[in-house]
């Protein structure tokens, strides 16, 4: 499975941003589609999860509500949604693919490259 992930920026506090990570692979169907987002200092965190077959979603509760994970399977891309955003929020995102749900990072053998999120206040 391979990631690419797109979409970061910088914005103020309050903004939106949408990230993109465009998947590959034939057995896509297989995997588990997580967010994770890394700040300076700090280990990487789970932001949510969403499965390619049944449009689930499960979150970190600092985001429930401002947050959501969509997708399109016409073109394997999964997205990130981020309303009302903070600026703790603000991070290196990154999309990953594991066989199981999990929050947990060691969990997901396949990571995209990271976009960088900024949101100042």
């Known amino acids: 499975v391979q990631l690419q992930a797109s979409g970061g920026g910088s914005v103020q506090a309050g903004g939106s941003l949408r990230l993109a990570c465009a998947a590959s692979?034939?057995?896509?169907?297989?995997?588990?589609m997580g967010w994770f987002r890394q700040a300076p200092g700090k280990e990487r965190e789970f932001v949510g999860i969403?499965?390619?077959?049944?449009?689930?979603?499960y979150y970190k509760d600092s985001v429930k509500g401002r947050f959501t994970i969509s997708r399109d399977n016409a073109d394997n891309t999964i997205y990130l949604q981020m309303n009302s955003l903070k600026p703790e929020d603000a991070a290196v995102y990154y999309c990953?693919?594991?066989?199981?749900?999990?929050?947990?990072?060691?969990?997901?053998?396949?990571w995209g490259q990271g976009t960088q999120v900024t949101v100042s206040s």
């Open positions: 969403m499965n390619w077959r049944v449009p689930s979603t």
């Open positions: 990953a693919a594991g066989p199981v749900l999990s929050t947990i990072r060691t969990d997901y053998p396949y």
């Open positions: 692979g034939r057995t896509l169907s297989r995997y588990y």
